[in-house]
């Protein structure tokens, strides 16, 4: 069965350096999303990404997050300069045109330190 | 966003079925419900969704009221795997979904 696909599953990293986030999704489909989930909280909804470019994103997702779909495969989110509340774990999800389900992959889980 | 409350946790013993509860008071006329788990250490997994009608498939059923003020996520026999944080979420917009706190289900041998 198709499913997404993310790398690292886990990064450690100082604050202020840069990371970026990898997913791939599940091939024929055409709409990505990122979300992210604090130890302990609920899954927040960071940016929605169709055509190239950014459908919706949330008061989370400001100028230090950026998303892009490199190629045909790979879609990433790049936090620019890294906080030590930027810890949580990080999903990508993806879905096809006309399905209602989004489907979620294992997850990073980020280390600010 | 059109809120959902739902009871922070329950229990269920295995093998006998579960009704999760969901309010959702301030739902609109073109809001899907949608229900999502996640199991320990995994990402969200789409369990079921609905409009108006009740809706059953491999995993669940899913119960709404004639009002859709309110629905019910039902697991007819809990197995052991089912021990997740099971969310009710409402949406109109496919680019845009809210989990809220969820309800921990706890499934006892």
């Known amino acids: 069965e198709p499913e997404v696909t993310q790398t690292p599953s886990h990064q450690v990293t100082q604050m202020g350096q840069e990371v970026i986030l990898r997913c791939v999704p599940i091939?024929?489909?055409?709409?990505f999303y990122w979300y992210r989930q604090i130890l302990g909280q609920k899954v927040e909804f960071l940016v929605s990404?169709?055509?190239?470019?950014?459908?919706?994103k949330s008061e989370i997702f400001d100028d230090q997050f950026s998303v892009e779909r490199p190629d045909g495969s790979n879609f990433t989110l790049k936090i620019r300069s890294t906080k030590l509340e930027d810890s949580a774990m990080y999903f990508c999800?993806?879905?096809?045109?006309?399905?209602?389900?989004?489907?979620f992959g294992p997850g990073t889980r980020l280390t600010v330190t | 966003d059109a809120k959902t409350t739902q009871p922070n946790s329950m229990e269920s013993n295995e093998e006998e079925p579960v009704h999760l509860p969901c309010n959702h008071s301030t739902i609109s006329g073109t809001d899907y419900i949608h229900w999502y788990r996640q199991l320990p250490s995994q990402g969200p997994e789409y369990v079921i969704h609905g409009l108006t009608s009740n809706v059953n498939n491999r995993m669940a059923s899913l119960a709404i009221a004639e009002d859709r003020k309110s629905s019910t996520l039902i697991l007819h026999r809990a197995t052991l795997r089912d021990a997740a944080v099971y969310y009710c979420?409402?949406?109109?917009?496919?680019?845009?979904?809210?989990f809220g706190s969820g309800t921990k289900l706890n499934v006892k041998p």
């Open positions: 979420i409402l949406r109109d917009d496919f680019n845009k979904f809210y």
């Open positions: 999800a993806s879905r096809n045109r006309g399905d209602y389900e989004q489907y």
């Open positions: 091939s024929n489909h055409l709409y």
């Open positions: 990404f169709y055509n190239n470019e950014i459908s919706e």
